[in-house]
């Protein structure tokens, strides 16, 4: 089921996007969702990410800085 939302790992790949590249993106998120699954099943725990709603913050800020920036000029 495909979420309307920003997931975790969308935010995650446009940051990551922005420092590395398509290729390296690619790989990064997918060794975090392997990482996640083997955590998943050592533990048994759910999967939570913790930095979920700094992300989401982080992006707001960002275009609120923008659009400040923007009314300035």
């Given at each position: 089921?495909?979420?309307?939302?920003?997931s975790y790992y969308r935010i995650k790949y446009e940051h990551i996007l922005k420092q590395r590249g398509?290729?390296?993106t690619k790989i990064a998120i997918a060794r975090?969702?392997?990482t996640a699954i083997y955590h998943k099943f050592v533990t048994g725990e759910e999967f939570n990410p913790n930095n979920l709603l700094k992300l989401i913050y982080h992006k707001k800020c960002l275009k609120n800085r923008k659009i400040k920036l923007l009314n300035r000029q």
């Open positions: 089921m495909k979420s309307n939302r920003s398509k290729k390296r975090m969702i392997l």
